[in-house]
């Protein structure tokens, strides 16, 4: 792992900026994210933290400002695997089952040590699941089988874009509980979300967005 | 933690593509027949006469592939998209061009294959002599893939919802003309007892060029598609 | 007999088209036995999954307070 | 009409009684339908006299036409399934019609290539765009497009619905496919071969053909029985009697 | 409209059960909704919310059991309007604006009496977005943009399914506001949800699914 | 309170598909783009003979034209169903008939007429003589409405279906090889100065059943394939 010193800095905004026709999407933010912390993008609905999301996967290009990821000015062809997003679309395949969609994730970003694609299936509660085609599960089922993929994944920066829409109670606590073992391990996470859902795992980090 | 190494990356992907297909076999076989329809409706438009059928037989197979291949591209990225592993691929610890080459390497395994065992049927239908058979083969084994890259950029070109790539499209497509002319004239020359290693090897020359740049130029398209 | 196996001239024809049959056909036979077999195959492994399923869980029941 | 017709095949409409009913005569049709096969192959590739035009490559006709037949009866007896599922939803009907078309390829299948075989040496080419072949080609399209929307289904019964009411658009079609013959102004190359109609053919070439219409049809009964039996275990793979099949429990009691 | 009559029975199920591969997906149902009531389906990831909602819009085919509209038994041939579904997907047209949409909508449906589209748009905090393409919305906007169409439409029963899923909170009062206006209006409805958000106006019935 | 009349509800659904067409103006072009490559790659494969080209032209202008509708057909429903506008047009107060009847006729309006627009200019590239040409767009007039009428039912019929547009060529082929017939024999009839009336006037024959049951056998197959 490149930076195993845990008060590292991470993730870094630096008067991050997106115009969108020249109007700021969302204004300049300045945060710092470090190994074991985890941070919450409250805002209402437009406000743009999927637009912020988008930036700091390096699909949008910054307006201003800049993102730098341990250090280093940061880019899609640069960060290597070091963050893994998950959207509102969730990225799976509907014709393949939530093992075989685990498989090609673990072939593009690797596997983390000791994962393995049943577990992770079962511990976000789809064990009986794993050879259904995707298009067959539920909404929400769906929404753990990508969930899965952050288990399995050696990603250090998780940024999660509504992970709680769509799930059960039961479902909330579950990605709470992925959050947590994320952070003692040293990860860092941005987890967008309306605020609707507290999150559990002691006071997290807030970044608030205006629309 | 194992960070994944590019060839696994690039057997992952490929392999899901072919498991994508082959749980949708029925698509695979769909190119082919829909070679053989067009190659049957024809002699229903033209009347069955031989020689006449003869005449056109290689340009009606090399229009028939490229239209099946344009077809199932359609598709290449599309699904892609829309269901987010596009962005998925992007930001894996991999060169994005290699990624979309398997891409087109499974589309190619998958559609144009199958085409090309099937086009001596075809062409025997349509009476093609059985000498310029060999040559109809070799023409699609280089024009097929040189199709599919080039097809694949643009379909990565018109994937955003944005006009600009529809206009390069328009510049694009007819990009795939003269692969056609060419694969076609060779078979024509053939038929005719005429040399036609010439437009074979202007075909391989540009397959080489495109196998270089088509991936990249895919890449740097993908990327505009998705920064929206 | 050996005449009569060559049908004259037409031996690859005839016999191409009475294998073409046979093989054809032969296919068609066994497709169904083996399919019958993954079938019975997969819907074990589909109610094994499915007790899987419910082992967690409280049993399939339904209320409502109508 | 006499009620017993509804009533048995109600009976039969029952998807554990079909099972058990295919299963007892499944075996049967398939042991005449080989050795009635074997007898007409017998009489007509070695008992049955050489044809005076054509030598010895008439033979193929043994093989040639009742596949011809069946390829179209098989149509005929889809089409009808494929009614009865669309209008009374009954499922045995959806899965005979769905579980005929690969039978049906198959003989359209056999027709093509044998016609082919017989072909080359007596018109001197594999193929040629003649209206009977023509047609026959397009049936075989016919199916192959019935059993590819089946299968593009994930649920099962929807599929054999669409691909039933597929049948039925293609069975409208037959009839004008046939008719194209008069409007398609074709070379007409095979009609001054197809002399033989069954009534002037000689008695040691008919008995085999007969024989062997019948051997088809028995065929026909033995593969859609098994192809039924093995679709219905899938098909029915809640149901108590598929698990009592299976050796498993009654569902509920652990 | 039909049945003024406040405490007729408007949507009823005697007995409904759903049949996947002949496995129930949810068993047998018996709940009557009169008119101005609410109803909150309720149930975990997979307990067949969505597949109920289906089998009441007559898009599915109930096992056994049936569904009854206005006393009588319903199908999709004759429930003429009546019922109006929002489903994960909402129906909206990518490449058209939020009132283009609504217009669409009006136009199959017809219109409530002094309902406008603009109106309904800000209603549900749309304004300004009124022509930009649904494409463009964010996800919570997209959501917003399709319950306006349950203020321009006159069907007497809502079936809404997870309309709280990516709305932020006051999305949320939104949505009960809107639910509360059309129980006074002699409507009725049913929402699915997780439990997850507390229904606001009085006390809903509940039926509640089990996987 | 207004219950919408069956006129609105159509005038709003045409206008609504009309307007969508307009803003993928693009994708409108695609389907004439393959229509002139295939043109224009006759002359190539073939040589510019002009007699060999005029006797193909009727054929080439109407397989080229039935394979561009089929490539559009293959969205008619495909977008509404995904988006979850079919289920709304299923539970309006319309006849589904209807309002699928319209969406035929907003698909034939935006890539159907387009090509007739420019099926001349196909045909005089094919040096297909003028005499021809005002049968050719009758044929053509006649046959795309019923060729989009037949397609619309199968696509009706593979909607609820994970499939592609493959699997609709292979059905529609069956289904539309008289109509092929037809058209490029009444156009072969005019070029050779034969009477042509009877050819076309099975063709409006089929046209006028085709309007009547395709529409109810389009909203009985939709019913089939959305109910899953
Ligand atoms: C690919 C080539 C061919 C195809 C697709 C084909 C197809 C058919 C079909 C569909 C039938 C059944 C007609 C009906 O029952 O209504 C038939 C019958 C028949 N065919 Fe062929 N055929 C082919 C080649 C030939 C050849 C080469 C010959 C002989 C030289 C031949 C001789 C016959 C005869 C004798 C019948 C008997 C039925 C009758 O008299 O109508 N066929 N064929
Ligand atoms: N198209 C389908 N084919 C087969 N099974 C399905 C299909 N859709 C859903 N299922 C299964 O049916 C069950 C109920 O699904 P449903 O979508 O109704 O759940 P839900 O209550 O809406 O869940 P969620 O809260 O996650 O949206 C699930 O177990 C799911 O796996
Ligand atoms: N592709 C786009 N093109 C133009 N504008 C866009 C696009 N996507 C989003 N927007 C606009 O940018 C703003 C921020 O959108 P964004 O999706 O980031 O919001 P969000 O905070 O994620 O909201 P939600 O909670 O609803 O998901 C919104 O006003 C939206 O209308
Ligand atoms: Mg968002
Ligand atoms: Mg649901």
């Known amino acids: 792992m490149p930076s195993a010193d845990p008060s590292a800095i991470i993730l870094e905004a630096r008067g991050l900026c997106f115009l969108r026709e020249d109007e700021p999407v969302f204004g300049p933010l300045d945060f710092a994210l470090r190994a074991g912390e985890i941070a919450l993008v409250e805002g209402d609905n437009g406000s743009g933290k999927t637009t912020l999301m988008r930036v700091l996967t390096g699909m949008l290009r910054p307006g201003e400002g800049e993102v730098r990821l341990d250090g280093a000015t940061f880019s899609l062809d640069t960060m290597a695997g070091a963050v893994v997003f998950l959207g509102h679309q969730l990225g799976l395949k509907l014709d393949l089952s939530p093992r075989e969609n685990l498989r090609v994730s673990s072939g593009l970003y690797g596997q983390r040590e000791g994962a393995d694609a049943d577990l992770a299936l079962a511990e976000v509660g789809l064990s009986g699941f794993e050879d259904e085609p995707v298009r067959r599960l539920s909404a929400g089922q769906k929404k753990r089988a990508a969930l899965a993929r952050l288990l399995i994944v050696p990603a250090r920066v998780w940024l999660l874009d509504e992970p709680y829409a769509n799930l059960d109670r039961e479902g909330i606590a579950l990605v709470n509980r992925l959050l947590e073992g994320h952070a003692q391990r040293g990860g860092a996470a941005l987890v967008t979300s309306h605020g609707a859902v507290r999150f559990a795992g002691g006071e997290p980090r807030r970044i608030r967005l205006h629309a | 933690m194992t960070h994944g190494s590019t060839p696994t990356a690039c057997a992952a992907l490929l392999r899901r593509d072919l498991v994508l297909a082959w749980r949708r076999r029925g698509d695979i076989a769909m190119p082919v027949l829909y070679a053989l329809i067009v190659a049957t409706l024809f002699p229903f438009a033209l009347g069955p006469e031989p020689a006449l059928l003869a005449r056109i037989a290689g340009g009606v197979v090399f229009v028939t592939v490229l239209l099946a291949v344009l077809l199932s591209l359609d598709h290449l990225f599309r699904g892609d998209i829309e269901d987010g592993s596009m962005e998925q691929l992007m930001l894996a610890p991999q060169p994005l061009a290699l990624l979309v080459g398997m891409k087109v390497l499974a589309h190619w395994i998958t559609s144009a294959l199958p085409l090309i065992v099937v086009a001596p049927l075809l062409a025997g239908m349509l009476k093609l002599p059985g000498t310029a058979m060999p040559v109809l083969i070799l023409a699609l084994l280089i024009a097929t893939p040189l199709l599919s890259l080039l097809g694949a950029v643009l379909v990565a070109l018109t994937a955003g919802s944005r006009r600009s790539g529809m206009l390069l499209a328009l510049m694009l497509l007819p990009l795939c003309v003269p692969v056609v002319i060419f694969a076609a004239g060779a078979v024509a020359a053939a038929q005719e007892g005429l040399p036609w290693a010439a437009p074979i090897a202007w075909l391989g020359a540009g397959l080489v060029m495109a196998l270089v740049l088509a991936p990249l130029a895919c890449a740097a398209a993908l990327r505009i598609a998705m920064d929206s | 007999m050996s005449q009569s196996l060559s049908m004259g001239a037409y031996g690859f024809y005839v016999w191409s088209a009475v294998a073409v049959f046979f093989i054809v056909l032969l296919i068609d036979t066994l497709a169904p036995l083996a399919r019958r077999r993954r079938n019975l195959r997969a819907l074990r492994a589909r109610i094994a999954r499915q007790e899987n399923r419910r082992r967690p869980g409280t049993p399939p029941q339904n209320e409502s307070d109508a | ?254």
Chains 1, 5 share one sequence.
Do not use: C
């Open chain 4, 1 to 254: 009409m006499a009620n017993w017709v509804p009533l048995w095949l109600h009976r039969l409409g029952s998807p554990p009684v079909f099972y058990r009913f295919a299963g007892a005569v499944q075996p049967w049709a398939l042991g005449f339908a080989l050795v009635l096969g074997m007898v007409a192959l017998y009489g007509g590739l070695f008992v049955a006299p050489a044809d005076y035009q054509q030598g010895d490559a008439y033979r193929i006709i043994f093989i040639h036409v009742p596949s011809a037949w069946m390829s179209l009866f098989v149509y005929a007896a889809m089409s009808v399934a494929a009614f009865v599922a669309l209008v009374w939803r009954i499922k045995i009907a959806e899965v005979v019609a769905m579980e005929s078309a690969p039978i049906g390829a198959a003989f359209t299948f056999i027709t093509l290539v044998t016609g082919s075989l017989w072909g080359k040496p007596m018109w001197g080419t594999w193929w040629t765009w003649d209206a009977r072949l023509t047609s026959e080609l397009v049936l075989l399209f016919i199916y192959l497009g019935v059993i590819g929307l089946h299968h593009s289904f994930e649920d099962r019964r929807q599929g054999a619905r669409a691909a039933s009411f597929l049948v039925l658009v293609g069975a409208v079609n037959v009839p004008i496919v046939h008719f194209s013959v008069n409007w398609w102004n074709t070379l007409h190359q095979g009609s001054t071969v197809r002399l033989l109609g069954p009534s002037h053919i000689e008695a040691s070439m008919l008995w085999p053909l007969l024989t062997m219409m019948a051997a088809t049809k028995l065929y026909y009964i033995a593969s859609l029985f098994a192809r039924v039996r093995a679709e219905l275990v899938a098909a029915e793979g809640g149901k108590a009697w598929v698990r009592e099949l299976l050796g498993l429990p009654e569902r509920g009691t652990p």
